[in-house]
C-alpha cells in the first residue's frame, strides 16, 4: 500500500462526494457522510478503546474543506464544523474498498442506540 497514493481527489458540485482515484487506478466515490461518521478524528474515534462515538444526524453533511496535511493525508472540513479528521492515503483506500461494510455497521449502531441519520430526529 506505501506504494499507492491517489493521483486525484475531486470534491462533487453538491459537496456530498469525494471521488479519489488511487496511483493503481482503482478510484471510489466517498460519501461524505461515511467520511464524516466514521472520521479518524479523537472526537469521533475517542482516545481509547471503548470510546468511540457513534455520530447522528449527519446524512445531508457536505464538505466544506480538504486540506494537504504532509505527503501522507488530508485534513477534511465538513459543513457542520468538523475538521479535525486527518484521512490518510491509506484510511480513504480502506473507506473506497470496505466503506459499505462499515457504514452497515454504523447504521446498526444508530439502530440500536435509537438514533438516526437525519438531523434532529431519533430513530423508532
Known amino acids: 500500500m506505501s506504494d499507492i ?23 471510489f466515490a466517498l460519501a461524505a ?9 479523537a472526537e469521533v474515534q475517542g482516545h481509547g478503546p471503548g470510546q468511540k ?17 504532509g505527503n501522507y493525508a488530508v485534513r477534511i472540513g465538513f459543513d457542520d464544523g ?3 479528521g486527518i ?3 491509506t484510511y ?6 470496505r466503506g459499505a461494510e462499515l457504514f452497515a455497521d454504523y447504521e446498526r449502531e444508530l439502530a440500536e442506540k435509537g438514533l ?5 430526529h431519533r430513530s423508532r
Request: proline fraction near 8%; charge should be positive.
Open 82 to 84: 468538523h475538521d479535525s
Open 116 to 120: 438516526s441519520r437525519d438531523p434532529g
Open 92 to 97: 480513504l483506500r480502506e473507506l473506497g474498498e
Open 5 to 27: 497514493w491517489p493521483t486525484e481527489l475531486r470534491v462533487s458540485k453538491d459537496r456530498r462526494t469525494l471521488n479519489v482515484t488511487f496511483s493503481d487506478g482503482a478510484a
Open 33 to 41: 457522510e461515511t467520511m464524516r461518521v466514521l472520521s479518524p478524528s
Open 87 to 89: 484521512f490518510t492515503w
Open 53 to 69: 462515538v457513534t455520530v447522528p444526524g449527519k446524512r445531508y453533511v457536505e464538505i466544506r474543506s480538504i486540506t494537504p496535511t
